[in-house]
């Protein structure tokens, strides 16, 4: 007899087998402080305020020990050395770089241009101001505090600068600016940050253009040609279009009433000659006649004329007509739409917020020299003390980091101190006084690195450490098929208080040694063949380096492994509707895919390019994807390629040697969100939940015999990324096709969840032949389980099984509790996220019985047919569930089944563990591993509902029921509280190893801003009594041993070397052999087991050692 974990024979499937399951809490709440999520004004953040020197020495070289002072320091010529310059460079850097949890304020030490030949101790020489007010670091606040900084740099990038007064310029009053920096902290008036000293009480940010003076104005029509119309009047709008004055000749005229087409010339030179003619009327303008002497004296008189000449253009007028309606004008002005303040009614706002738990307060200054002699603030208000004479500038300032370190200062909250030095020499220890003072740090830089890596050394406030490992994936030899090779490859992830999260795969190498004594020892190996394990944090040690990587990436995600390895032109594939053909991107191309199957408008080319420039890079986190590794060559057992999905909506395809990507897949249900997972990724949610996931689920690969047409295919869910199954034909790793794809709209689906189970690779009887199948459980149902609720009398969806063909995706059969399953079972109420555990009793490859357990704390049995396509049966083999309190447990992960006799008797050993996986922090239930012993699939007959009330507590007794025992955690000396299995159990030799995890390491319970990393644990129990155990030897008084690790452990995976030697991996912990003893393989007795069979090991009976165990 056998049991079968993927029960196809050894041609049919890939060259992976993982003993793992999967390896996190969904929910990943563990990743957050406790106050994060239940109070919306604790948040983990630091407020920062970093007082600068800019004093004249900052004019200096980097390695210059003088050059004048105050305002008649020298200019260092060379920009790149000088100091201000190498401190602005700093800080833009550390803007860059700096985590969204740090808010970012800035000072100065004072000076005005009126003062600089006064003493330090002249008013606006002394002390210190705020520049910028610790604020939120945005894309707006970041651009006014570099602009700021660049006001402290007069020479810019010349030489020098013109003005003899430029910034930086000064003395160095250290303590007077801390003194100032304390004010602001604690929310005082100030003493030397005053108007008087060119402070400000506001700073703003951002501006936009706004509308002033705004009135309503008449709407008028479109203009009309008119032969006249009045400009002047206000009933209609005239506008009048006029040619160039010409003059007419003496005897004409114009019509002098329309001023705009007529007029008369004036002036000397504008009158005709003098005439006798009497044609001029002298009573007009126009007109001048006068009696004249018409010849000498004594001759006649008559009347002579003269005319003034008229001058006229021509003109075109047209006319607007009012409407009747009103039309809003107005003005355009620019004003401060993200003020910042300083000051309000005469004293700092200080940043701090007392209801916040979760806040840390800071205080760094950075300085390049010795304080000024008299620089011995008034400290009255603030330490209640003055400085004497007597006292140093270090003394004052030691006296404030005190005063500030303590909860007895105005604000009751401690405010950390911290120092940097530029260059300090001599003057490090006094400077490292001030910051032990104030609990902080001391840096002391001699150039530029140095100093950008100590501003950055002081804002990594807060703890990124990439606590974030799956279970690895584990390639196995294809000749000698039991025998694994010498890869590991990790999925790694860094949790981010975003709904977006980095992530990676990495390779590893592991290797397993015999010491002196014939006890086996392994480690996980980096590049170099050192331990790339920091055995203190059972994490990636700093300084190794991952193979496939350029450089030493230790525990950062972002470095080296397949991310680093994405080529320039991505092969990027994607489906245009739900089970559609693949497609890849052309990324120059403009229309394909389009804009709108992207969830982009039709001509946005802006988005269009920044989605495209995220997609060709981008690598999510495979929060719950395991890696699969599938074999390509019957010669070369390294030609593997290894597939991982991730959180950004992706299936990455990796060649194991080389960690190139050879493709990567994203479904049309997530390019039509493609924003969502590029550019505007959103934050997370009410609670710390992620807004986001993706392909989140692990797969499962085929690999078919050649004899019926050589080919790989990959199966696969989205777990918390929706409710989709999808098949690709793999056998092209450069160019996959869609087999298949399943949803709830697909017939036969309609209560899946969320695709949750990853599916198991098996045969079943339908129609008379054994058909290739995939078994998996109907899924995951979120409302009915995300929100600490009660059990539900029944969940909406996922409480079912299917069975369905592996080549066309039709069901063959299923079962739950609805009518839309073929077989429609009352018993089954809720939801069945795990994988099926499947077995064979008749070794003809073809699966006999399948094991789940489901969310409400019951476990089954189905019957699959025979030959003669018999109807299946499933039966309820165990309830050890309830509805509330202590007796809520949930099964969420597989379980382990194992053959064993006890004298006549056979039996299936059912090992199911429970805990609560959606909430890793719940204390609720009392969780355990149950085993529940079932004759009837073996021996026939009915079979006795399993329960607590009827089974064994084998922390009490070693008389153990007929229907098995059960052994919760809470039994262990010291107990727990929440303890809880969220992996599979692992049976080897008739032994259990169940690893465990516990939310609360137990000095941590009072403090609410602590991330919640718990406690790890694994058990090694014996199947048939559930008594402490090891692998070999004398059993241990203890069930449980702890692990490095603190956060949920994954399930233990056995490795097996070229000389039979096995070690126990759980993440990235190799166990001790303190704890398993020496459990060294038999080859010869291994090498009959086909590799798709590794993973299912018939347990030992402790009355039939030679036929236990041996698979046969």
Sequence with gaps: MKLLTHALPAALFAAMVSLSSLSYADDTEIYFARANADNEENRSVANVLIMLDTSGSMRFCQNELSGGSGYNAQWCSTVAN??????????????????????????????????????????????????????????????????????????????????????????????????????????????????????????????????????????????????????????????????????MNSWDYCDLSKPEACRLRTGSNSWTSWSTSNTCDSSQSWCEREWRSSGGWGGGYSWQHRMRRFEERNVTYTQRLPTGELNRVCDKEMQCTTPLTIVESRKYVSPMNLANQCESNHIILFTDGK????????????????????????????????????????????VFTHNIGLYMGNNENDMRDVSNAGAGSTANADNAEQLIAAFLANLDLIDEQARSISAPGVAVNTQSRFQHLDELFYSVFQPAESSYWEGNLKKYKWSAEKDADGNVEGEIQGVGGS???????????????????????????????????????????????????????????????????????????????????????????????????????????????????????????????????????????????????????????????????????????????????????????????????????????????????????????????????????????????????????????????????????????????????????????????????????????????????????DFDNIADHLYFGDLGGQVFRADLPGSDDSNVAVTKIADLGGASGTNQRRFYEAPAVAYMRDGGDESLYVTISSGYRAHPLDETASDGIFVIRDKAALQGGGNTVATVANMTNAASSTDIADTGWYYLFSAENPPYPGEKALSSPTIFDGKILQTTYAPTAQDEDDNPCAVRYGAAFIYTVDLKTGAPAALVGEAPESRRQGLGQTTPPPTPTLLVDEEGNMIVVVGTEVLGEGDFGNPNLRRHRWMQLPRDEANAIKARGADDEEQGGTGQ
């Design 82 to 247: 000088r100091r201000i310059n190498i401190l602005q460079n700093a800080l833009d850097q550390l803007l860059d770089s700096v985590s969204p949890s740090i808010r970012l304020g800035i000072g100065r030490f004072n000076y005005i241009a009126p003062y600089a030949n006064s003493s330090s101790g002249g008013t606006g020489q002394i002390g210190g101001r705020i520049l910028v007010p610790v604020t939120e670091l945005t894309s707006d606040t970041k651009s006014l505090i570099r602009s700021q900084i660049q006001t402290l740099n007069g020479a810019g990038n010349n030489s020098s600068a013109s003005a003899a007064n430029a910034q930086p310029v000064g003395d160095t009053p250290t303590a007077r600016a801390f003194s100032e920096a304390a004010r602001y902290m604690m929310g005082m008036a100030p003493l030397y940050g005053t108007s008087a000293n060119g402070a400000q009480t506001e700073v703003c940010a951002a501006e936009e253009e706004v509308d002033v003076n705004c009135r309503d104005e008449i709407v008028y029509g479109e203009p009309v040609s008119v032969d006249w119309c009045d400009s002047t009047s206000n009933q209609y709008q005239c506008d009048i279009t006029t040619g160039n004055w010409s003059r």
């Design 371 to 414: 304080p000024s002699d008299n620089d011995k603030p008034s400290l009255s208000d603030v330490v209640s003390s003055n400085c004497s004479n007597n006292t140093s500038s270090y003394d004052c300032q030691v006296r404030i980091a005190k005063y500030l370190n303590s909860t007895s200062n105005a604000k009751g909250r401690e």
């Design 531 to 841: 331990n790339a394990i920091d055995p203190s944090t059972g994490y990636f040690r700093d300084g190794s380096r991952s193979f496939w990587s350029s450089e030493a990436d230790g525990s950062d995600v972002t470095k080296g492994g397949a991310r680093e390895n994405v080529p320039a032109e991505r092969r990027l594939f994607y489906t245009s509707e739900a089970g559609g053909s693949l497609s890849h991107i052309t990324w120059d191309s403009t229309s394909t895919p389009s804009n709108t199957l992207m969830g982009l408008d039709e001509d946005d080319d802006t988005g269009r390019a920044a989605v495209f420039q995220r997609l060709k890079t981008m690598w999510g986190d495979p929060l719950h994807s395991v890696p699969v590794v599938v074999n390509y060559s019957d010669s070369d057992p390294y030609a593997n390629v290894a597939f991982i999905s991730t959180n950004g909506g992706m299936l990455h395809a990796i060649d194991t040697k080389t960690g190139n990507e050879k493709f990567a897949f994203m479904p049309h249900e997530f390019l039509s969100q493609a924003e969502r997972y590029t550019t505007d990724r959103p934050a997370l949610g009410d609670g710390n939940k992620r807004l986001t996931y993706g392909l989140d689920g692990s797969w499962v690969a085929w690999q078919r015999s050649a004899g019926n047409g050589s080919k790989v295919y990959l199966y696969g869910g989205m777990r918390r990324g929706g409710q989709q199954y999808y098949a690709l034909d793999v056998t092209d790793p450069d160019s996959p096709k869609m087999l298949w794809q399943i949803g709830p709209e697909t017939s036969g689906f309609a209560k899946l969840g969320q695709t949750w189970s990853t599916p198991t690779l098996t045969q079943v009887w339908t129609g008379g032949e054994a058909v290739p199948a995939l078994i998996f459980g109907a899924g995951y149902s979120p409302d009915d389980h995300d929100e600490y609720v009660s059990r539900s009398t029944a969940d909406e969806m996922g409480n079912g099984i299917y069975i369905v063909n592996a080549l066309s995706g039709d069901v063959i059969w299923s079962a739950g509790g609805h009518s839309s399953f073929t077989s429609e079972v009352a018993a089954m109420k809720w939801a069945i996220p795990s994988s099926i555990a499947v077995v064979d009793n």
